[in-house]
């Protein structure tokens, strides 16, 4: 199992930024994949980003393409999430999640088994 805390949402104006942290303990953190999902209010949980164990793939939804940028520093056992031009949309609460590259691939939440508590990001216009 691995321990997952967020940090880093709070509450911006439209085309703002922000960095999410992902603090994570409990496994080797280098040979685990993390991804980054969100739950808005009334809407189910729904992929972000995600990111290989070593760095060298990263995956994004077609919503946040091209604005969201997915990181990790393996020494400091934490990956980030870099959101920029954010919309009100992109208001929800975010959670980052470990696991490993499964069957379903890392958009799916199956392939995570640690989940972090989340953080809330409200994007106001």
């Known amino acids: 199992q691995v321990r997952l805390v967020e940090s880093g949402g709070e509450s911006v104006q439209a085309g703002g930024s922000l960095r999410l942290s992902c603090a994570a303990s409990?496994?080797?953190?280098?040979?685990?994949?993390m991804g980054w999902f969100r739950q808005a209010p009334g809407k189910e949980r729904e992929f972000v980003a995600a990111?290989?164990?070593?760095?060298?793939?990263?995956y994004y939804s077609d919503s946040v393409k091209g604005r969201f940028t997915i990181s990790r520093d393996n020494a400091k056992n934490t990956v980030y999430l870099q959101m920029n031009s954010l919309k009100p949309e992109d208001t929800a609460v975010y959670y980052c999640?470990?696991?490993?590259?499964?069957?379903?691939?890392?958009?799916?939440?199956?392939?995570?088994?640690?989940w972090g508590q989340g953080t809330q990001v409200t994007v106001s216009s």
């Open positions: 999640a470990a696991g490993f590259e499964r069957f379903w691939g890392l958009r799916s939440p199956s392939s995570y088994d640690s």
């Open positions: 409990g496994r080797t953190f280098s040979s685990i994949a």
């Open positions: 990111i290989n164990w070593s760095g060298s793939s990263t």
